[in-house]
């Protein structure tokens, strides 16, 4: 059974780099039909899907960060992570990382328990 | 960008009740939506894929139906583990999105 770990800083400073990585147990990212996702979700508010490294090997961003995004893989420690610069307060958020099955519906399952990030000076 | 909009924002139930919830899109999504259920300080859970395939694991009491542009999400009988907030999301092109959630009460 796949199960997801998020990792990182809780706090960043504005204007900085916000870091977060997803450590993958009881399966292998480099399986087929999944692609490695992060979403989040500011409090008392609903998901925003940011991005994911698609199983095709192509990453996939919300234009709405792409300028600020990046998402990879790392094959060796059967992880993945999320870089998010130049943040500000609205970045603050639930970070969440999932697995989505790519290979038919497009669907999130598992997710991690998610890490909170605030962004503050 | 595909817009999902869920109706009711909120509604309240009682034990045993039958309860729909709405997900409409803004352009035609064939059937890729998919329904998620969110407890507090928990992540999201997929209760339902390809907006009417069960997720193993997932109580019976829960369907989904619907195609094109309006889908539903029925609870049959409402359980007292049911009270949460559910989402809807389409996966028919990216950027993947949410609605904004219903959150379900106990009347």
């Known amino acids: 059974q796949v199960q997801l770990q998020e990792s990182g800083s809780g706090l960043v400073k504005p204007s900085q780099t916000l870091s977060l990585t997803c450590a993958v147990s009881?399966?292998?990212?480099?399986?087929?039909?999944?692609?490695w996702s992060w979403i989040r979700q500011p409090p008392g508010k609903g998901l925003e899907w940011i991005g994911y490294?698609?199983?095709?090997?192509?990453?996939y961003y919300n234009p709405s960060l792409k300028s600020r995004v990046t998402i990879s893989l790392d094959r060796s420690k059967n992880q993945f992570s999320l870089k998010l610069s130049s943040v500000t307060a609205a970045d603050t958020a639930v970070y969440y990382c999932?697995?989505?099955?790519?290979?038919?519906?497009?669907?999130?399952?598992?997710w991690g328990q998610g890490t909170l990030v605030t962004v503050s000076s | 960008d595909i817009q999902m909009t869920q109706s009711p924002s909120s509604l309240s139930a009682s034990v045993g009740d039958r309860v729909t919830i709405t997900c409409r899109a803004s352009q035609s999504i064939s059937s890729y939506l998919n329904w998620y259920q969110q407890k507090p300080g928990k992540a999201p859970k997929v209760l339902i894929y390809a907006a009417s395939s069960l997720q193993s694991g997932v109580p019976s009491r829960f369907s989904g139906s619907g195609s094109g542009t309006d889908f539903t999400l029925t609870i049959s009988s409402l359980q007292p583990e049911d009270f949460a907030t559910y989402y809807c999301q389409q996966s028919y092109n990216t950027p993947i999105t949410f609605g904004q959630g219903t959150r379900l009460e106990i009347k």
């Open positions: 009881g399966g292998s990212i480099s399986s087929g039909g999944y692609s």
């Open positions: 999932a697995s989505c099955n790519s290979s038919s519906w497009y669907w999130f399952d598992p």
């Open positions: 490294n698609h199983h095709s090997g192509s990453t």
